[in-house]
């Protein structure tokens, strides 16, 4: 969305809509209730929208006011800059005419992203056999678009992280088993064991080395490891409902996703994962608590008996056209800063490689683990985020196999920080955000303390006269 007081210009955005919706000017202006000129004026730049008429565009024509905005585009956009940063596209492309580009076609900027990840798999191969020993970051650097788990990211990104007909699948079962009501494990062991024949059984984890969850067809078994905690095993019970009752939903929609053979699988258990949450979080009932609670991750945790991890998670997919939640992002980050997860109802900036800003203060949630860390982060296109995460351990230790422990991260755009109760006592105009960057790869910060490699669009200098703030340093165009 615009800042207060900056004009809304959305021309190309306007009439791409208004095609797609198979109508003439005269027509959405009739719907809109203004005349045929002012829609005229709006799609030719030379009027900006009022906030009156983009709130009857969404109603309308039901969908989100930031896909009208441009809050969608903008990460297409992001994305395409990064592409663009690549020394193969030669002379820098100013950001405005990166943001007139996309306005004006997203599918084209789509397809030169596919062209230019189709090149980085060519490079990546001529690399690789070149030296099967390449550099392992430059490696994944190059290959991390081609797999699987990409596609599948891919997809739900596409989606903002929604999927409508698991989700209310799921919220349509939750009622029949009326799991708000009553003991949701218990609920779901009965329906496990009475329309499939399922015995949930707990064994201790020298009968089940390595695994946390085995469903044994023939035994009519569902063993779960005794390292589950309680949200865990009830998780696991919900995703063999969704597998044993909505096959057939799951597949239709891996067949509508037309992804590859290899990504086929994970979409499959991630459709199966998402409908879980769905299950043991029904939407209606999930996002009224999340509004009523402005965000309150833990108390969220306690009325619906979940993790932490699937609470956050659950809340990057509360986008319904009717009762939409507040567009989050979500990260998932090991003590070594390896992304393992992450998910986005919005526009956040992930890195399609590598791991995430250092500054980011995700990262300080090691250091104190019981302690929800938020933050103001700012990003190298002036956008701001509301940022909070808390350390998390995925399931239960022992003293020979302690519990690996990851930081979750959950965030927004700054303009939702209002609706969230973490930043009640924050004054959000009076807070320095902190700049960081997608990660080192593609920021150009200069002078920063905890980069770890120069960037990839400009040439590495050094002098051996200079110690730096950084021991990379790096040519800027002094027109830029």
Request: proline share 5%; hydrophobic share 40%; aromatic share 8%.
């Amino acid at each position: 969305m615009a800042e207060r007081g900056e004009k809304l210009i959305i021309g190309a955005r306007l009439k791409r809509l208004r095609r797609s919706l198979g109508l003439t000017q005269a027509q959405m202006a009739q719907d809109l209730d203004v005349s045929a000129s002012y829609i005229t004026l709006i799609e030719s730049n030379q009027r900006p929208v009022s906030a009156k008429l983009l709130l009857k565009l969404s109603q309308v024509y039901d969908f989100s006011m930031t896909e009208i905005a441009g809050g969608g585009d903008l990460q297409l956009q992001g994305a395409l800059e990064a592409a663009l940063k690549d020394p193969v596209f030669g002379e820098s492309i100013p950001r405005t005419e990166v943001e007139e580009a996309v306005n004006l076609s997203p599918a084209l900027a789509r397809a030169v992203l596919r062209l230019h990840e189709r090149y980085r798999d060519m490079a990546m191969a001529a690399i690789s056999e070149e030296n099967p020993f390449s550099d392992r970051d430059k490696v994944e650097l190059l290959e991390q678009s081609a797999r699987p788990v990409d596609e599948v990211r891919a997809h739900f990104h596409a989606r903002q992280n929604h999927v409508d007909s698991i989700d209310r699948a799921a919220e349509a079962l939750a009622d029949e088993l009326k799991i708000s009501s009553a003991e949701p494990q218990i609920v779901l062991n009965d329906r496990l064991r009475d329309r499939h024949g399922y015995r949930v059984r707990i064994l201790p984890q020298d009968v089940m080395p390595g695994q946390l969850m085995w469903r044994d067809p023939h035994r009519r078994h569902l063993n779960l490891s005794e390292r589950l905690d309680q949200p865990g095993r009830r998780f696991q019970i919900a995703v063999q409902i969704a597998r044993l009752e909505y096959e057939t939903l799951i597949e239709a929609e891996c067949d509508a996703a037309r992804l590859s053979d290899e990504a086929r699988p994970l979409l499959r258990t991630s459709f199966a994962n998402y409908f879980a949450a769905a299950l043991l979080m029904p939407y209606g009932r999930f996002q009224k608590a999340a509004e009523s609670e402005r965000y309150d991750v833990e108390l969220l945790c306690q009325r619906f008996g979940t993790s932490f991890e699937q609470t956050a998670h659950r809340l990057t997919t509360l986008q319904r056209p009717e009762a939409r939640g507040v567009p989050f992002f979500f990260v998932r980050v090991d003590k070594a800063g390896n992304v393992s997860k992450r998910f986005s109802a919005g526009r956040f900036h992930f890195s399609k490689f590598g791991g995430s800003c250092p500054l980011w203060n995700i990262h300080n949630c090691f250091e104190a683990p019981d302690k929800m860390q938020t933050q103001v982060i700012g990003m190298p296109d002036g956008t701001r985020y509301f940022s909070i995460a808390r350390a998390v351990t995925r399931q239960l230790g022992t003293y020979s196999d302690p519990a690996a422990r990851f930081a979750i991260g959950l965030g927004c755009d700054i303009a939702y920080a209002p609706r969230l109760i973490y930043a009640r006592d924050m004054d959000l105009s009076a807070v320095e955000p902190v700049e960081i960057g997608v990660n080192c790869y593609l920021c150009e910060r200069q002078n920063c303390a905890s980069r770890a490699y120069p960037p990839i669009n400009r040439a590495f200098t050094f002098s051996e006269r200079i110690r730096g703030v950084s021991s990379f340093s790096f040519e800027v165009d002094p027109d830029e």
